[in-house]
């Protein structure tokens, strides 16, 4: 199976601007998340879909959100690019197994705010 | 609050020596917890989970509920372990707690 797959690798924005970023889970997952890492402080959750719903939430503002599709896919969008948005953004796609889950990551998309 | 903590940031041990990572957590339920490895310009990955109770690549990790630790141990370690280490912990639908991580280098 292919792994999880996210686009752009690299995103190079101005503060102020938007940016959408995509996530492709791997296929037959239906939970997607998505975390910020960033060295200061490191990964932190920002929210988690599943078949088209928002389950859970991190603390980030409102500026950060995100859709599923029905294929699983989704996008995350952050407006209003402040410089701390820097970072590396990744997304995960869960699976249920027996006694648990199992969170598989992609590469990850780098997105500089200047 | 839920909280994992990963003392150590840096990890610097021989080859053939062994190597110990710790881990601990604070959480008010039943903890679903996890050690994830990501190598040099790799993406992150499961290395074990402490439900399987199984050993990946000679390391292993055991809850210790009393002690609220997940300890991730090998007896040996090889240069190939060289990379960041983190320890996770799952708050169910889908959000994981990490902790800061564990960079550990191996030196021959």
């Known amino acids: 199976k292919a792994g999880v797959t996210q686009t752009p690798r690299y995103l190079i924005k101005t503060r102020g601007q938007q940016v959408t970023l995509s996530c492709s889970p791997i296929s037959g997952h239906r939970s997607v998340s998505w975390y910020q890492q960033t060295p200061g402080q490191g990964l932190q959750f920002l929210f988690e879909y599943f078949s088209e719903t928002q389950r859970n939430k991190g603390n980030f503002p409102g500026r950060f959100s995100g859709r599923q599709f029905s294929n699983s896919r989704s996008e995350m969008n952050v407006s209003t690019l402040e410089l701390g948005d820097s970072a590396l953004y990744l997304c995960?796609?869960?699976?249920?197994?027996?006694?648990?889950?199992?969170?598989?990551f992609g590469p990850g998309t780098r997105l500089t705010v200047l | 609050a839920q909280r994992v903590t990963q003392p150590e940031k840096l990890l610097s041990v021989f080859k053939g020596a062994p190597v110990e990572l710790k881990c601990n957590y604070s959480y008010s339920g039943s903890p679903e917890l996890f050690w994830y490895v990501q190598y040099s310009r790799q993406r992150l990955q499961l290395l074990l989970r402490h439900i399987s109770r199984e050993s990946i690549k000679g390391f292993t990790a055991d809850l210790n509920k009393g002690e609220t630790s997940f300890h991730l141990k090998k007896p040996f370690a090889q240069e190939e372990d060289s990379a960041m280490y983190y320890c996770?912990?799952?708050?169910?639908?889908?959000?994981?707690?990490f902790g800061a991580g564990t960079q550990v280098v191996v030196t021959p």
């Open positions: 995960a796609s869960r699976v249920e197994v027996a006694g648990g889950s199992e969170q598989f």
């Open positions: 996770a912990l799952s708050e169910g639908w889908g959000k994981f707690q």
